[in-house]
């Protein structure tokens, strides 16, 4: 698979303005093999104790285990928006993330970080993507995550369904989290990710939702935060997105035991049927 | 009665001290209370141990941090059972926290704790001034439309500001360096003696770093491996160059180099009976063996703010039998190079420990070559809560070198005229 290196890390909002310009018309069955490279990406300390603080994590040099996707995400939308890329951006849906951190990763390390597109496959409602981030230091592998996200569109009734997530306890929440309306804002302001969906009302509604919703790596990052330090080490989290969080909201954390590890999950507070988000944390001491 | 047993002090962690607005800026008290908490846990093999208890503070706190070492704990590894409680007496609060430990466990109700200590001056809280915060209460208090709209009414664009604290005395309205240069003129301490200590202070900081020292006391923060405040190339005529910082006129001595800077930073002491420390691996250092807490009546002008510990310090000694001389080590913290000489000078006054401290002849003079052997405040900083259980965890490791029956005094001193002080000794 051919490697290219990127200079640096690329600007998210421009990227983000080319997605959505380049959006129609996009079309094929194929993703082209192709791993996009940035090395030598610092972290920058203000930007993670934002960060940190945001998502509840303590202000640390330990990097919390979803902030290396973060990093890579200009990596990736920069993926997304090459020409022969076959689907639009603008309206994905993230749908399911798996990350294995290998060892506690310290800010002070520079990473280099890929990111590569794998199958397409069908869906129910539309088209899924993976897509593979790694981040390793000089050469090793310290984190792995693997994303599917949710191209909307025809669909394919008879598409084979994924793993489905583990259910959620019942019962009392371990947690009750308000979340403010100008979330989607201030996780902007720390991650880049300024995907209008997340930012206002208007925004939201000229891309179809309701109105604007928390960014998924947001409501991850919180939920394993309020697991501890449990994912600072070497670990492995599974997490589901399986309904957007609509802003301001208030949502339940609920907390119980899968297999070896920890199961987190977060409903709605005025309708607990309604799941958020399903988390599973394995930990490798 | 209760037969007491031995409290041993079994390690320490801390993390570098910064200054003020430095690289621990955005670090809340809580955040650098766990990095310290998290070092120890870390460096000693406890996560998921309980233990009795942890007791520790800070000086300049938000209201919002009213279980700050509980919500420590809960960030660290040490297991969710563990108590915890906030202490507070300025900067004599890290010793006290481990005086508070020390005598639980050797009162038998606990069998190992943590004391510790956090500050920052730069997170710090950030206060509505006295006449906006009323006006806001009565706000929030109105129940009908007529009320809310009068107490709205009663606000002012001018009541509008920020207060951020400052190390003042209240019923003085004099800062601490206010305060003690006033001392110090009182007592003549030369300016020279005090750089003198002060570049003590920075080279024996700076020689205990490079022979690794440290290595077993500090973990790196945000980048930060070295107390930032270290100044190990400093000479006598930098710091004699410093214009004044506190005090008026020719008697003026106190600089920014003889006093210490506003500081961020936490820091850590574990302590256990012998037994635990044996069924746990670990070795203890240093004894804690007794402490005094003075105060004195600086209020009214009768005494220097900061002259406690020199109060405290005979009391502890006639209740050990023991004399000043009778230590191979002493810690006295360095809040101001002119704390420690006037300290110092008052011991050796015959008048001084005659008529105030009611003595037949002056507690006598120390070997200086005893005193703050790996550096103090001036050069490591002084983040106000994180001092005590800085010199604790060195002492016992420094008492522990020294080989048994070593014997080590603290003194430390804090605002509203108090003073914490301590003996340990060699395990």
Request: proline share 6%; aromatic share 6%.
């Amino acid at each position: 698979m051919p490697t290219e290196t990127l200079g640096g890390l690329p600007a998210t909002g421009p990227l983000l303005a080319r997605a959505a310009l380049t959006a129609r018309g996009r079309s094929g069955e194929e993703v082209p093999e192709r791993t996009l490279r940035v090395e030598d990406v610092r972290i920058d300390r203000h930007r993670l104790a934002a960060y940190q603080r945001l998502t509840g994590h303590d202000v640390s040099d330990t990097v919390p285990q979803p902030y290396p996707w973060v990093l890579a995400f200009p990596v990736q939308t920069a993926l997304m928006v090459r020409p022969d890329f076959p689907l639009a951006l603008p309206g994905m849906v993230h749908l399911e993330n798996r990350v294995t951190t290998h060892r506690p990763m310290d800010a002070a390390e520079p990473l280099t970080l890929e990111a590569r597109a794998g199958e397409l496959r069908p869906h129910r409602r539309g088209r899924t993507l993976a897509v593979r981030l790694e981040a390793r230091v000089g050469d090793e592998l310290v984190w792995e995550c693997d994303s599917v996200y949710l191209a909307r569109g025809a669909g394919h009734e008879d598409a084979p369904r994924g793993e489905t997530p583990p259910d959620l306890p019942e019962g009392p929440p371990a947690g009750v989290w308000r979340l403010p309306a100008g979330l989607g804002r201030e996780y902007a302001r720390v991650s880049g990710d300024v995907n209008p969906i997340h930012l206002h009302p208007l925004t939201a509604r000229a891309l179809g939702f309701r109105r604007h919703i928390a960014h998924g790596m947001w409501t991850y990052a919180r939920t394993l935060a309020a697991l501890g330090r449990g994912s600072l080490g070497p670990s492995s989290s599974r997490v589901w997105f399986t309904a957007p969080v609509y802003l301001p909201s208030t949502v339940e954390l609920v907390l119980g035991r899968h297999e070896d590890g920890r199961l987190a999950g977060l409903r709605e507070r005025t309708d607990p049927a309604r799941t958020h988000l399903v988390l599973t944390l394995e930990s490798r001491a | 009665m209760t037969t007491t047993r031995r409290a041993a002090v079994l390690g320490g962690n801390r993390i570098p001290f910064a200054r003020q607005f430095g690289p621990y800026a955005e670090a809340s008290n809580q955040d650098m209370l766990t990095a310290a908490l998290e070092g120890l846990v870390a460096r000693h093999g406890l996560a998921g141990e309980r233990l009795g208890e942890v007791a520790a503070g800070a000086v300049i706190k938000h209201s919002r941090d009213f279980n700050l070492t509980r919500e420590a704990v809960l960030g660290s590894s040490l297991s969710p059972q563990t108590p915890a409680y906030d202490v507070q007496q300025a900067c004599g609060t890290g010793l006290e926290a481990a005086v508070l430990v020390a005598n639980k466990i050797a009162l038998g109700q606990v069998d190992s704790g943590i004391a510790g200590g956090v500050d920052s001056a730069s997170d710090a809280p950030v206060v509505v001034p006295e006449r906006l915060r009323r006006k806001l209460l009565r706000l929030s208090r109105a129940r009908t439309a007529g009320q809310r709209a009068r107490a709205a009414a009663a606000l002012r664009p001018t009541d509008l500001g920020v207060q951020v604290p400052a190390a003042t005395e209240p019923r003085t309205g004099m800062s601490m360096g206010e305060h003690m240069a006033l001392t110090a003129a009182r007592w003549g301490i030369e300016r020279q003696a005090q750089d003198e200590l002060a570049l003590a202070s920075h080279h024996n900081l700076a020689a205990a770093y490079e022979r690794g020292f440290f290595d077993d006391l500090v973990t790196p923060y945000l980048g930060l491996t070295r107390d930032q405040n270290l100044r190990p190339d400093t000479t006598l005529e930098k710091l004699a160059s410093l214009r004044t910082a506190f005090g008026t006129g020719p008697e003026a001595t106190l600089t920014a180099g003889n006093s210490t800077p506003l500081s961020d930073g936490a820091s850590t002491v574990l302590l256990g009976t012998p037994e635990w420390a044996q069924a746990h691996g670990l070795t203890p250092l240093a004894w804690f063996v007794d402490a005094e807490t003075a105060a004195v009546d600086y209020v009214g002008g009768e005494e220097g703010l900061l002259l406690a510990p020199a109060y405290a310090v005979p009391r502890l000694l006639a209740r050990q039998g023991l004399t000043l001389a009778d230590f191979d080590l002493y810690e006295i913290h360095e809040a101001f190079a002119s704390t420690v000489l006037t300290t110092l000078a008052a011991w050796e006054d015959e008048e001084f420990c005659h008529e105030r401290l009611g003595l037949d002849a002056p507690l006598g003079a120390i070997d200086r070559d005893r005193l703050n052997v790996t550096g103090s405040s001036l050069a490591a900083g002084h983040p106000f809560a994180a001092t005590g259980g800085r010199i604790v965890a060195t002492l016992a490791k420094l008492l522990h070198e020294k080989g048994s029956g070593a014997r080590g005094l603290v003194s430390i001193c804090a605002a509203g005229g108090q003073g914490v002080v301590a003996i340990l000794e060699a395990a």
